[in-house]
């Protein structure tokens, strides 16, 4: 199933499964001509009503350095261990929408990730049950003020600022996302991340299991599982397209002052 949140044209908030005319869930695309919005009775454009964040974190736990071929284009060693840091709500943003970056910045980079949505409060989970906890896969992009990670330990500057954590456009269940499922990032049309989840180095039960060893993870809380090689810049204007597997195409362009 793929879950959407959205606000209808009358205003409401609502939950929702995205499909396409005959009913299946949309595997590749999260938006065009043949996606529809089911609610109830109801159906909707997905052109027409204000997509939302597909659920509302209490928190998005992030992993540095989880990709091997990242690491090495930012001259830094592999974790022993997964790397951890945090984003606060500020940060979310959803699909769809224009989102203004920090001024005065030289560089603020984009990162596809492959995000995990927990479905229920967990805390000490093993990695054999790990699943369990899983309602679902969204697609992020991990936006990064490099002026001001580079100057700070706790990234708090660099990677928690507003609209630094666009999710979306929806929540795929398991089912639908291979294990090696294709992750994407297009800059303008131009392709510039492209990897699979198959090269994660700490897989999704071990990451669950060291977070939740630490801190209890609520329903709607977001791991963001860590970027692939070819992070780079946004520019003013630049419009972005996270893809993954199963998921869909998270969309947003960015405003630079």
């Excluded at 940060?91 to 990730?113: Q, W």
């Amino acid at each position: 199933m793929k879950r959407v949140r959205f606000r209808d044209t009358g205003g409401n908030v609502r939950g929702g499964r995205w499909t396409v005319e005959d009913g299946e869930p949309v595997v590749t695309a999260a938006a065009g001509p043949y996606g529809r919005i089911a609610f109830g009775d109801e159906s909707y454009d997905p052109d027409e009503v204000d997509i939302l964040p597909p659920c509302e974190p209490t928190k998005v736990v992030c992993i540095g350095r989880n990709y091997a071929d990242h690491a090495e284009e930012m001259d830094s060693e592999l974790p022993d261990r997964p790397m951890l840091f945090l984003k606060a709500p500020n940060a979310v943003a959803s699909h769809g929408k224009h989102l203004t970056m920090p001024s005065g910045k030289e560089r603020i980079d984009y990162e596809a990730e492959l995000g995990v949505v927990i479905g229920e409060q967990c805390r000490n989970v093993s990695e054999s049950g790990a699943m369990d906890v899983v309602a679902g896969y969204t697609c992020v992009n991990d936006i990064s003020n490099r002026d001001d990670q580079r100057r700070e330990q706790n990234w708090v500057r660099g990677k928690a600022f507003d609209n630094a954590c666009p999710i979306g456009p929806l929540v795929a269940t398991p089912e639908h996302v291979p294990e090696d499922a294709s992750i994407e990032l297009r800059l303008n049309g131009e392709t510039k991340q492209s990897s699979s989840r198959e090269h994660l180095i700490f897989s999704v039960p071990e990451l669950i299991a060291e977070i939740t060893s630490y801190m209890t993870l609520e329903p709607g809380d977001v791991i963001a599982t860590g970027t692939p090689e070819g992070v780079g810049p946004m520019e003013d204007g630049d419009e972005v397209e996270v893809e993954i597997e199963g998921i869909g195409t998270l969309k947003h362009s960015v405003k630079i002052p």
